[in-house]
C-alpha cells in the first residue's frame, strides 16, 4: 500500500481512537452531572468528536507527509540516534530540556504581568496591542538567551548521568507543578501573594483550556497512529479503514437518535468540554436554512428549508404555523383584565423616602431565611420588623442582565442595550430614579464597582451618583477589593447632608463584597467549621462583613427624624452557586442558588409578616411606586404589578404569580430562559435555546435533581404556559456578535 494512502488513514484511525477515549473520560463525568445514561453520552460524543478528529487526523498527516516524506523518522529511528550521540552532545540536549520549560514559564508570567500593567494604565487597541506584542517578544528573547548561556553549565555538571527524555519530564514536571501552584495561589483576576498568581485567571470558566488539551491528546494519537503505519502491510491498513467506516457509521446514526433524545444532546451541550464543540460544529455543519438550528444532532429543527421556523422563534398565536417547533401552533392570548387595577392607596405615611439596598451575590443563606450560620445579624434583626419575601426571584443570573432591568422595571430583554457582556443601558429607557425625581424626590447613588460608572446607564435620573468608594484599580468582573466600609461610610455621608434630606428622597446603595474574589476579614467570626470546601467559609465571611457594615447605615437612618418615615428595601442582583449542579460560579444558567434572592421590605407602621408565595423583581418598580404614591406610567411601559397589597396588609390573600427569568444571549453566554408556575414553590420549566427544555417540581425536588421532562403531558403544559410568556414580551433584539473578542 503506498504511503501517500496508508499515513493519512492510519493517522485518522489513530485520531478516532483517541477521540474514542476521550468521548469515555467526557461521558463519565457528564453522565454522573447529568444523570444522563453513560451509553447514550458516550455514543452521542463519540459521534460528535469524529468529524474534530478525521480533521485532526488528516492534518497531522499533511504535517508529517511533507516534514518526513521518506518516513525515515520513526520512534525506533530516533531512539536510535538519539542513542549514537556524543556524551557532550546528550548533555547539552539534557540540559536544555530540562532549562526550557521553566524559562517559557517564567516569559508567560512575566508577559502576563507586563500585559497586565499596560492594560491598567491603559490607552486605546493601536496602542496596547503593539507595546504587549513587543513586551511579549522581549519575555521570550531573554528567555531564550537565559537558557542558551545556562546550558553550557549545566551541561557540565550533567555529563552522560540523565538523558534527554528524563531532564525533558523533569523540567515539564517543574513547570506545571508551578503553574497550577499559581492557579491555586491566584484568584480569577490574577491577584496573589507571588508573580504566578497571574496565573490565577485560568481558572476562569471562560478561559477553559481542556478543550485545548484534549485536542491535542487526539492529535497525539493520530501521530502515533501515522508514525505506527508501514507500507505494504494491508491487514494494518484494513483495520484502520473499517475503524474510520465505523466512526462514520457512529455519526450517521447519531445524527438522528441524538435529535430523537435531546436530553442527551443536552447533557453533552453542558458538560463535554470538546464535545459541545463539536456539537456546535455539526448543527452548524447540517443547518441547512442557516436560521441556528439543524434538523439534526439534537437541534430541534422541525422545517430545515424555512428559517422562519425553528426551536427559537416566536410562535405567532393563531396563524395556524408551528414557528417555535413545539408540535402546535400557540393559541391565541386569552383576553386579560385591566393589567394593571388602581389600588386603593396604602395606609402608610404618605412622605416616605426610600433607601434601597441592593448587595451583589447574595444567596439567600441568611438568618431570617434559616440560615444556621451567624452571617446575617444586622439584617436578621431588620427582617425581624419588616415584610420577607420567602421566594423572590432576580430576572437573571449576572449583574449586567439582572440590576439594570430591575430598576427599569422591564426583563432584560425588553430593555433598550447594546449586546456586550455588562450591557449598556440607552437613555431611551427610563429607570426607577428618573421616575422618583420627576415626582419630586431628591435621587442619590452610590456604588463600588466599575460597572457602575455612568457610561453603563445605571445612574440614569440620579441628582447625585457617587463612585468615591470605588478602587482605583477596579477593572475585572471579579476583584479582591474591600470596600463595603467605604460604601456605609458614602452612604451616611449623603445622607448627612441637609440638603439632600430636607424634602422627600431615594438613595441607592449597592454593596459589592459578597461577590467574588472572596477576602478573609479578621474580624469577622471564623465560619470554617463544619463547612465542606474552602470557598463557602470565606463567601459567609464577606456576608459578614458587609451586613456589619449595612448595620451602620441603618442604625444612622433609624437615629435620624426622617428615620420614621423612611421605607428600607434590601434585596439583591443574583445568588451563587457552591457545588450545586457542580457549579461555583453564577452567570451562566438559571438553577435555584443563582436566581433566588433575599427580598426584605421595611415599611413604618407595617406588622411584619411573612410572604410565602413567589414574586420577580420585575414587579420591584411598580411597588415602590405605589408605595411612594407615586402614580403608575401608562400601560405597558412595565413588565411587573405592584404588590404593595401584600406588603402593607398581612391579613390580604396573596395572589399566585408566574416567575419569569430571561438572560439574553451575550457574547459569553448563550440564551437562558425559566418560567415558574403553579401553587407555590411550583414546577420550573428551563430553556436554553434549540429543542431541550428542562422540568422540575420545586415542592418535591428543590434540588433540581430530577428531570421531568420526560413526562410529555406535563412538558406540554408547561411549555404552553412559557410559550404564552413569550408572546407577551416586547422583546428588542442584540447582536452580542459585534462585542464577542472584547
Given at each position: 500500500m503506498?504511503?501517500?494512502?496508508?499515513?493519512?488513514?492510519?493517522?485518522?484511525?489513530g485520531?478516532?481512537?483517541?477521540?474514542?477515549?476521550?468521548?469515555?473520560?467526557?461521558?463519565?463525568k457528564?453522565?454522573?452531572?447529568?444523570?444522563?445514561?453513560?451509553?447514550?453520552?458516550?455514543?452521542?460524543?463519540?459521534?460528535?468528536?469524529?468529524?474534530?478528529?478525521?480533521a485532526?487526523?488528516?492534518?497531522?498527516?499533511?504535517?508529517?507527509?511533507?516534514?518526513?516524506?521518506?518516513?525515515?523518522?520513526?520512534?525506533?529511528?530516533?531512539?536510535?540516534?538519539a542513542?549514537?550521540?556524543?556524551?557532550?552532545?546528550?548533555?547539552?540536549?539534557?540540559?536544555?530540556?530540562?532549562?526550557?520549560?521553566?524559562?517559557?514559564?517564567?516569559?508567560?508570567?512575566?508577559?502576563?504581568?507586563?500585559?497586565?500593567?499596560?492594560?491598567?494604565?491603559?490607552?486605546?487597541?493601536?496602542?496596547?496591542?503593539?507595546?504587549?506584542?513587543?513586551?511579549?517578544?522581549?519575555?521570550?528573547?531573554?528567555?531564550?538567551?537565559?537558557?542558551a548561556?545556562?546550558?553550557p553549565?549545566?551541561?557540565?555538571?550533567?555529563?552522560?548521568?540523565?538523558?534527554?527524555?528524563?531532564?525533558?519530564?523533569?523540567g515539564?514536571?517543574?513547570?506545571?507543578?508551578c503553574?497550577?501552584?499559581?492557579?491555586?495561589?491566584?484568584?480569577?483576576?490574577?491577584?496573589?501573594?507571588?508573580?504566578?498568581?497571574?496565573?490565577g485567571?485560568?481558572?476562569?470558566?471562560?478561559?477553559?483550556?481542556?478543550?485545548?488539551?484534549?485536542l491535542?491528546?487526539?492529535?497525539?494519537?493520530?501521530?502515533?497512529?501515522?508514525?505506527?503505519?508501514r507500507?505494504?502491510?494491508?491487514g494494518?491498513?484494513?483495520?484502520?479503514?473499517g475503524?474510520?467506516?465505523?466512526?462514520?457509521?457512529?455519526?450517521?446514526?447519531?445524527?438522528?437518535?441524538?435529535?430523537?433524545?435531546?436530553?442527551?444532546?443536552?447533557?453533552?451541550?453542558?458538560?463535554a468540554p470538546?464535545?459541545r464543540?463539536?456539537?456546535?460544529l455539526?448543527?452548524?455543519?447540517?443547518?441547512?436554512?442557516?436560521?441556528?438550528?439543524?434538523?439534526?444532532?439534537?437541534?430541534?429543527?422541525?422545517d430545515?428549508?424555512?428559517?422562519?421556523r425553528?426551536?427559537?422563534?416566536?410562535?405567532?398565536?393563531?396563524?395556524?404555523?408551528?414557528?417555535?417547533?413545539?408540535?402546535?401552533?400557540?393559541?391565541?392570548?386569552?383576553?386579560?383584565?385591566a393589567?394593571?387595577?388602581?389600588?386603593a392607596?396604602?395606609?402608610?405615611?404618605?412622605?416616605?423616602n426610600?433607601?434601597?439596598?441592593?448587595?451583589?451575590?447574595?444567596?439567600?443563606?441568611?438568618?431570617?431565611?434559616?440560615?444556621?450560620?451567624?452571617?446575617?445579624?444586622?439584617?436578621d434583626?431588620?427582617?425581624?420588623?419588616?415584610?420577607?419575601?420567602?421566594?423572590?426571584?432576580a430576572?437573571?443570573?449576572?449583574?449586567?442582565?439582572?440590576?439594570?432591568?430591575?430598576?427599569?422595571?422591564?426583563?432584560?430583554?425588553?430593555t433598550?442595550?447594546?449586546?456586550?457582556?455588562f450591557?449598556?443601558?440607552?437613555?431611551?429607557?427610563?429607570?426607577?430614579?428618573?421616575?422618583?425625581?420627576?415626582a419630586?424626590?431628591?435621587?442619590?447613588?452610590?456604588?463600588?464597582?466599575?460597572?457602575?460608572?455612568?457610561?453603563?446607564?445605571?445612574?440614569?435620573?440620579?441628582?447625585m451618583?457617587?463612585?468615591?468608594?470605588?478602587?482605583?484599580?477596579?477593572?475585572?468582573?471579579?476583584?479582591?477589593?474591600v470596600?463595603?466600609?467605604?460604601?456605609?461610610?458614602v452612604?451616611?455621608?449623603?445622607?448627612?447632608?441637609?440638603?439632600?434630606?430636607?424634602?422627600r428622597?431615594?438613595?441607592?446603595v449597592?454593596?459589592?463584597?459578597?461577590?467574588?474574589?472572596?477576602?478573609p476579614?479578621?474580624?469577622?467570626?471564623?465560619?470554617?467549621a463544619?463547612?465542606?470546601?474552602?470557598?463557602?467559609?470565606?463567601?459567609?465571611?464577606?456576608?459578614?462583613?458587609?451586613?456589619?457594615?449595612?448595620?451602620?447605615?441603618?442604625d444612622?437612618?433609624a437615629?435620624?427624624?426622617?428615620?420614621?418615615?423612611?421605607?428600607?428595601?434590601?434585596?439583591?442582583?443574583?445568588?451563587?452557586a457552591?457545588?450545586?449542579?457542580?457549579?461555583?460560579?453564577?452567570?451562566?444558567?438559571?438553577?435555584?442558588?443563582?436566581?433566588?434572592?433575599?427580598?426584605?421590605?421595611?415599611?413604618?407602621?407595617?406588622?411584619?409578616?411573612?410572604?410565602?408565595?413567589?414574586?420577580?423583581?420585575?414587579?420591584?418598580?411598580?411597588?415602590?411606586?405605589d408605595?411612594?404614591?407615586v402614580?403608575?406610567?401608562?400601560?405597558?411601559?412595565?413588565?411587573?404589578?405592584?404588590?404593595?397589597?401584600?406588603?402593607v396588609s398581612?391579613?390580604?390573600?396573596?395572589?399566585?404569580?408566574?416567575?419569569?427569568?430571561?438572560m439574553?444571549?451575550?457574547?459569553?453566554?448563550?440564551?437562558?430562559?425559566?418560567?415558574?408556575?403553579?401553587?407555590?414553590?411550583?414546577?420550573?420549566?428551563?430553556?436554553?435555546?434549540?429543542p431541550?427544555?428542562?422540568?422540575?417540581?420545586?415542592?418535591?425536588?428543590?434540588?433540581?435533581?430530577?428531570?421531568?421532562?420526560?413526562d410529555?403531558?406535563?412538558?406540554?403544559?408547561?411549555?404552553?404556559?412559557y410559550e404564552?410568556?413569550?408572546?407577551?414580551?416586547?422583546?428588542?433584539?442584540?447582536?452580542?456578535?459585534?462585542?464577542?473578542?472584547?
Amino acid at each position: 500500500m503506498k504511503g501517500w494512502f496508508a499515513r493519512p488513514v492510519s493517522s485518522v484511525a489513530g485520531a478516532l481512537a483517541g477521540a474514542g477515549i476521550v468521548a469515555l473520560l467526557e461521558a463519565l463525568k457528564t453522565a454522573r452531572e447529568w444523570r444522563a445514561p453513560l451509553g447514550n453520552v458516550a455514543a452521542g460524543d463519540v459521534a460528535v468528536l469524529v468529524p474534530i478528529a478525521t480533521a485532526a487526523g488528516l492534518a497531522v498527516a499533511a504535517f508529517a507527509m511533507v516534514l518526513d516524506p521518506g518516513r525515515r523518522w520513526t520512534a525506533h529511528e530516533v531512539v536510535a540516534r538519539a542513542r549514537a550521540w556524543s556524551t557532550e552532545v546528550r548533555a547539552r540536549w539534557a540540559a536544555a530540556a530540562l532549562l526550557a520549560p521553566p524559562a517559557a514559564l517564567g516569559a508567560i508570567v512575566v508577559s502576563a504581568q507586563l500585559a497586565r500593567g499596560l492594560l491598567a494604565h491603559g490607552g486605546g487597541a493601536w496602542s496596547v496591542g503593539p507595546a504587549m506584542a513587543l513586551a511579549s517578544t522581549a519575555a521570550l528573547a531573554l528567555a531564550a538567551a537565559a537558557v542558551a548561556a545556562a546550558v553550557p553549565p549545566a551541561a557540565r555538571v550533567f555529563r552522560d548521568s540523565v538523558g534527554p527524555l528524563a531532564a525533558g519530564f523533569c523540567g515539564t514536571s517543574f513547570a506545571l507543578a508551578c503553574a497550577c501552584v499559581g492557579v491555586r495561589l491566584g484568584n480569577a483576576s490574577g491577584d496573589g501573594p507571588t508573580p504566578l498568581a497571574i496565573l490565577g485567571v485560568l481558572a476562569r470558566r471562560e478561559l477553559d483550556v481542556s478543550p485545548v488539551v484534549l485536542l491535542a491528546a487526539i492529535a497525539l494519537c493520530a501521530l502515533l497512529g501515522e508514525r505506527a503505519s508501514r507500507a505494504g502491510r494491508w491487514g494494518r491498513v484494513v483495520v484502520a479503514l473499517g475503524l474510520v467506516a465505523a466512526a462514520w457509521a457512529i455519526v450517521v446514526q447519531q445524527a438522528t437518535a441524538l435529535d430523537e433524545d435531546p436530553q442527551t444532546a443536552h447533557a453533552i451541550q453542558l458538560g463535554a468540554p470538546l464535545g459541545r464543540i463539536g456539537l456546535a460544529l455539526a448543527r452548524r455543519a447540517t443547518d441547512r436554512d442557516h436560521d441556528g438550528a439543524s434538523a439534526y444532532f439534537g437541534g430541534g429543527d422541525c422545517d430545515d428549508r424555512d428559517p422562519r421556523r425553528n426551536p427559537d422563534a416566536v410562535d405567532i398565536p393563531g396563524n395556524g404555523i408551528d414557528e417555535d417547533c413545539s408540535g402546535a401552533d400557540l393559541e391565541p392570548a386569552r383576553p386579560v383584565v385591566a393589567a394593571r387595577a388602581a389600588s386603593a392607596r396604602p395606609a402608610v405615611p404618605r412622605d416616605l423616602n426610600l433607601v434601597l439596598v441592593t448587595i451583589d451575590t447574595l444567596r439567600i443563606d441568611l438568618g431570617f431565611m434559616g440560615y444556621p450560620r451567624p452571617v446575617s445579624p444586622n439584617l436578621d434583626r431588620l427582617a425581624s420588623r419588616s415584610t420577607v419575601f420567602e421566594r423572590a426571584y432576580a430576572m437573571a443570573s449576572y449583574t449586567g442582565k439582572s440590576v439594570g432591568p430591575t430598576m427599569i422595571g422591564r426583563y432584560p430583554s425588553e430593555t433598550f442595550r447594546d449586546g456586550a457582556h455588562f450591557d449598556t443601558y440607552f437613555p431611551e429607557n427610563t429607570f426607577l430614579a428618573e421616575r422618583l425625581r420627576d415626582a419630586g424626590f431628591r435621587t442619590m447613588g452610590a456604588a463600588s464597582y466599575w460597572y457602575f460608572k455612568p457610561k453603563y446607564g445605571l445612574s440614569q435620573g440620579m441628582d447625585m451618583w457617587d463612585l468615591s468608594a470605588m478602587p482605583p484599580d477596579s477593572a475585572a468582573d471579579v476583584d479582591s477589593s474591600v470596600t463595603s466600609d467605604k460604601l456605609a461610610d458614602v452612604a451616611i455621608r449623603l445622607l448627612s447632608d441637609p440638603s439632600n434630606v430636607s424634602g422627600r428622597f431615594f438613595l441607592w446603595v449597592h454593596f459589592f463584597d459578597p461577590h467574588a474574589q472572596y477576602v478573609p476579614h479578621p474580624e469577622a467570626p471564623s465560619f470554617a467549621a463544619g463547612a465542606k470546601g474552602w470557598a463557602k467559609p470565606l463567601y459567609d465571611g464577606e456576608v459578614w462583613f458587609t451586613d456589619h457594615h449595612l448595620g451602620r447605615l441603618l442604625d444612622f437612618i433609624a437615629s435620624r427624624p426622617w428615620g420614621a418615615r423612611t421605607a428600607i428595601v434590601v434585596t439583591a442582583d443574583h445568588g451563587e452557586a457552591f457545588d450545586e449542579h457542580g457549579m461555583n460560579w453564577h452567570g451562566v444558567d438559571l438553577w435555584e442558588p443563582i436566581v433566588r434572592v433575599p427580598l426584605v421590605v421595611y415599611v413604618p407602621g407595617v406588622r411584619p409578616h411573612r410572604v410565602k408565595a413567589r414574586r420577580s423583581l420585575v414587579d420591584l418598580v411598580p411597588t415602590l411606586l405605589d408605595l411612594l404614591g407615586v402614580p403608575q406610567p401608562p400601560p405597558g411601559e412595565l413588565s411587573g404589578d405592584s404588590t404593595v397589597g401584600a406588603i402593607v396588609s398581612p391579613e390580604a390573600n396573596v395572589d399566585e404569580r408566574d416567575v419569569f427569568m430571561d438572560m439574553p444571549a451575550g457574547p459569553q453566554v448563550s440564551q437562558h430562559r425559566a418560567i415558574i408556575h403553579g401553587t407555590t414553590p411550583g414546577l420550573k420549566l428551563m430553556h436554553e435555546g434549540g429543542p431541550v427544555f428542562l422540568l422540575f417540581d420545586l415542592s418535591r425536588d428543590p434540588g433540581e435533581l430530577e428531570d421531568l421532562s420526560r413526562d410529555r403531558a406535563a412538558l406540554a403544559r408547561m411549555k404552553e404556559v412559557y410559550e404564552d410568556k413569550l408572546s407577551s414580551l416586547h422583546e428588542i433584539h442584540v447582536d452580542p456578535a459585534p462585542y464577542e473578542s472584547r
